[in-house]
């Protein structure tokens, strides 16, 4: 099977004052469309609101690069939920939920990425936005006889209030502007918190989206074992920081893919392919969605590999080796998946300790 999985940058979609939103296509990108799963990237500057909508897929949030923040969540038939958002965050998006979000902050710019569901979207591979106001809101697309009628005001009053909404969809509020404060009780349910595994038992929602979460940081120097999703799921990675290498091994040993990645790249990993990570110098950090509510990787080197379960009769006889070349094979990386490379003071944060944990910057 030939397939293209090259790492792609988004493009812009639309903005404005307050900000960009950008979006990865299936054009571009073709395993998007394969996965049925879509990508996007908003980037608030300070004060910056993206404007309520929904989106055709479910969509499950995590922010990158925040220092406050906050979210406005609409479920079916429910009040507002406002709940803050830190770095780190995941937060679960059901089906036809209207959000929108708010950068408090002056100083430093609110980025949240999308990563979702598109198979009951308008196109797989790609989020359909429906904004609920704006230049390009649902509300203008009504005349002002239907507008007037649905919200008890005269056509002349609907036409002003469809006139008078800014446009890009993203605008920037001025001081001082209130914005409704966040609830400590609305995250519950919704919200994840900092975690490395996001599964459906640390937030429940996530099996209602019908997949996982996996968030991982290497120092400089280290790697992630090669490794593969066991339960025939998609792996669909974004960079959020940093910089290094990746290998995909797939069907019959063929190498499909080594390049270079960097903070902004997003790429796919194909069912049952084995991947694999290098961080530069300056280490790198990413966020997957595993097509999965409770992702299960097996990996190929570590205390828990493949190779340490089998015995060493069938290792020996698998690669054709004397018993001490076995012997030397097994007593290699006994520890964790993730090691380190020269210099020896590279140590990468462990994910297999640190999984049932929050942790907050």
Not at 73 to 92: F, Q
Not at 170 to 198: A, H, N, T, Y
Not at 269 to 283: N, Q
Request: contains cysteine.
């Amino acid at each position: 099977m030939e397939v293209e999985i090259s790492p792609k940058e988004s493009r812009k979609a639309y903005g404005g004052e307050g900000g960009e939103y950008y979006a990865w296509s299936a054009g571009d990108l073709p395993m998007l469309a394969v996965a049925e799963k879509g990508a996007a990237k908003l980037v608030l500057g300070g004060r910056g609101l993206a404007i309520p909508s929904y989106s055709t897929p479910r969509r499950s949030p995590t922010s990158s690069k925040v220092r406050s923040g906050r979210a406005g969540i609409v479920l079916p038939e429910a009040s507002e939920r406002v709940v803050a958002i830190r770095k780190g965050d995941a937060i679960a998006l059901p089906f036809g939920a209207v959000a929108w979000w708010f950068n408090d902050s002056s100083e430093a710019d609110l980025t949240v990425l999308f990563l979702g569901d598109t198979s009951k979207a308008h196109k797989r591979g790609e989020f359909t936005d429906f904004q609920l106001t704006g230049a390009s809101g649902i509300f203008t697309g009504f005349t002002a006889e239907f507008a007037g009628r649905a919200f008890d005001l005269s056509e002349q009053e609907a036409s002003r209030l469809v006139r008078s909404q800014p446009s890009g969809g993203i605008v920037k509020l001025k001081e001082g502007f209130q914005i409704p404060e966040p609830s400590e009780m609305d995250r519950e349910g919704l919200r994840g918190g900092r975690v490395v595994v996001v599964s459906s038992q640390n937030l429940p929602l996530v099996g209602d989206c019908g997949f996982g979460g996996d968030l991982v940081k290497l120092n400089g120097g280290a790697m992630c074992s090669p490794g593969f999703s066991c339960d025939s799921a998609f792996q669909v990675t974004y960079i959020t920081k940093g910089s290094g290498r990746v290998q995909v091994v797939g069907i019959e040993g063929k190498r499909v893919l080594e390049t270079a990645v960097k903070a902004g790249s997003l790429f796919i990993v194909p069912r049952f392919f084995v991947v694999s990570k290098i961080a530069d110098a300056g280490g790198m950090q990413w966020f997957s969605i595993v097509t999965t509510p409770n992702p299960v990787f097996t990996h190929l080197a570590g205390k828990t590999s493949v190779w340490k379960a089998l015995s060493p009769q069938v290792l020996k006889a698998s690669f054709n080796v004397s018993p001490e070349t076995e012997e030397l094979f097994r007593s290699k990386r006994t520890s964790t998946p993730f090691s380190s490379l020269p210099p020896a003071n590279c140590n990468p944060l462990r994910r297999d300790r640190i999984r049932q944990r929050n942790v907050r910057e």
